[in-house]
């Protein structure tokens, strides 16, 4: 069946640093990949999504960029700081009905 | 506008028993999907409702059944529990479905099973 696969699991940077987190979705039909952040606590919140008709979608510090012939995408975040601490989930939908795939989610710690 | 409201915040259950856990959408919204979510697995999808018809279903036992209201308010039960079903059950709602579409998820109901 369909799955996307999210690396790395963990991530530490520090503060002021970017971050990049990765994931590959196996379904070529897919054509909507959102990233949510859910910080402790609370449930997932989008953040940045981006169709399968762009490259790339920039919104302040965070940016998502697609490569649809390798079946990858990828969430930037540039200087980073202590809120953006939280775990992310990238998702991949599925053509068929609209559901979404998720992937197993990254901790990003941003370290003072 | 009132966010999503998932009730209760945490429960505690023994094997065995059943339990029902409550989700309110936004105003306006009348797709209730529902996910269990644990450690290191992500978002498990369970199933979505729509004007009190289940539109999809993930690929959990039958024990777990869900339910939407004519007001767009959703239960989902799960029966017999196992220990393996601890986990924080998330509920998300939006507009409508069968399109890619933001989902707005409520803060999820804890459940420990002992």
């Known amino acids: 069946g369909e799955n996307v696969e999210q690396h790395p699991s963990t991530l530490s940077v520090q503060e002021g640093d970017s971050a990049v987190i990765k994931c590959t979705y196996s379904d070529s039909a897919s054509n909507y990949f959102p990233w949510y952040k859910q910080e402790l606590g609370k449930g997932p919140q989008l953040i940045i999504d981006?169709?399968?008709n762009v490259g790339e979608k920039k919104d302040q510090r965070i940016a998502v960029t697609l490569n649809k012939t390798a079946k990858h995408f990828s969430l930037h975040i540039t200087e980073t700081q202590p809120e953006d601490s939280a775990v992310y989930f990238c998702?991949?939908?599925?053509?068929?009905?609209?559901?979404?795939?998720w992937g197993a989610g990254t901790k990003l710690i941003i370290k003072p | 506008k009132a966010g999503v409201t998932q009730t209760p915040r945490y429960l505690i259950k023994t094997r065995g028993q059943q339990v029902t856990l409550s989700c309110s959408p936004i105003?306006?919204?009348?797709?209730v999907s529902w996910y269990q979510q644990t450690p290191g697995q992500g978002l498990q999808f369970l199933f979505e409702y729509f004007s009190e018809t289940q539109r999809n279903k993930g690929n959990f036992p039958g024990r777990f059944s869900g339910r939407q209201f004519s007001n767009s308010r959703s239960e989902m039960n799960v029966s017999t529990l196992e220990l393996g079903d601890s986990a924080l059950y998330l509920c998300a709602s939006r507009t409508t479905t069968g399109k890619n579409e933001k989902l707005f998820f409520g803060s999820g109901t804890q459940l420990s099973v002992l």
């Open positions: 105003s306006g919204h009348r797709s």
């Open positions: 981006i169709r399968s």
């Open positions: 998702a991949a939908s599925i053509s068929s009905n609209y559901q979404l795939i």
